[in-house]
């Protein structure tokens, strides 16, 4: 099994900045890095930076980038991580490509946090990029849906079953 | 989607006693208690205690009680925490239950440990166990294969497909 | 031996919100208050929050208050939590206070990072608080000064001996 | 300032080995590096390995080593990591060292854990090695007392003023 992970930024890159007056959090390396030294993985893998942005911010240039990235992969295992306030907007438009398992995942608490549940939805989809047929789907509280079965409860900020 | 998580103890689990002559790592409360904490799962759950023990001491007689609980359940997506040294083992033992989807995972660094691999793990195990069919099955560095499919390189330690 | 820790704010304190649309940190609950959890101390201590500011907002009016509560308690070891960006202002102010040592830790990185500094420099206060002379010091990056001997280094963001 | 610390094993620097049939910890390299790299200290430092013992098994030749170690170092600030079974033991035997501030510290949960006391206990000896006096100290659960005036409470583990 080989996985291609490819990070466009969002809540579980998001570092602190070692300098003065710093104020805000800021998209950093791939979490994904630590994530599988922690793992050590038992398959292969490549990790792709396509974008370092809060996804409030992607552009519909941005997700043509994505889209051609997954596109011209000739690996058929993908999981991109993600910000959680356009995870579904990116699924839809990724929806067309055929004849890959694409997994987008994220997290609501950053990776260098130490409750954080990155870990935990990265496990995820590792886990089922291997058991599910061909699609697009979204990963995170531990359910790995389709991305058109998936709506977000803007109260709590789960993604759920539609 | 109902998860039921069975302990059993194993590296895991593995606590520090806060006593003095505290020489040893003790099997403490279910890992995946923290674990889900963290996670805030979009699922239904529970969680049986069956054993804490470290896998090399699991009896003939531990893995029936295992094997009974998982048979007399009524929920059909199982995941076990479990030692390494023993999970094939186990496995075997429960391969005759029909009409279940069980995945035994654990960890080679206890969860208590800031680098411990275990949350990818179970994060692995509850990304897989709503997309497999029917079965027992591994989850160990990021590969969930079928019990019978896997090997142990007793070098690195990794779980393999066979 | 009895602390009072004073939170003011700033990075140590920064936490991620859980909800939706969650770009920014956010001020919460006193970082101590998990550090002394951990610790399990044996000494006494109360923890007042007097601030949840990053210290680039701190004002003559907040800074006031800072110093009434200091001035108020009959408690004469003193441990405050404050933004890095403003420390030394801060120290300047209380440094009218007669009769207390009064120390003023912080972290480059949130506590809630599992890199985070803030537990070592709030144990470098705690260690030093019983051993100094009354007087306003500040403890970053091991060293525990006299405010009046401190300065940044503004590339590095240390706190040096001037 | 300029700190030597010297490794002498114990809970502090207790790892867990990659290995299989690992049942045991196993005391790995100095916790005091990892934690050194989270503060970016001010100060200089060097780190030497004196023993990899569990304090329990710590010999008379083995108090004598790190006596020896103590005595012949030019610098006068010493930070000694230990288990906390005979922390007393080693400071009275060091107690006869003139013209140094020597604080023994260590931790009730290894270092590895994130719910570690380790990095708080050595911010403590750090903090408080510039401040005291010339002697032997014991720094834990936040205390930092000369070895003479330290009891240890048996039901609770505490380190505290006799």
Sequence with gaps: MKITFIQTGGTIDKDYPRTTKGYAFEISEPAVKRILKKLNPAFDFEIISALKKDSLEI?????????????????????????????????????????????????????????????????????AVNALDKGVYIAMHGLVLRWNRVTRNMTTGQFILK
Excluded at 100 to 122: L, Q, W, Y
């Design 59 to 127: 552009t519909n240039q941005d997700r043509q980038k994505i889209y051609d990235i997954c596109e011209e992969l000739e690996n058929d295992k993908i999981i991109i991580t993600h910000g959680t306030d356009t995870m579904i907007e990116t699924a839809e438009k990724l929806s067309r490509i055929k004849g890959k398992t694409i997994i987008i995942t994220g997290a609501m608490r950053p990776e260098r946090f130490s409750d954080s549940d990155a870990p935990i939805n990265v496990g995820a989809a590792i886990g």
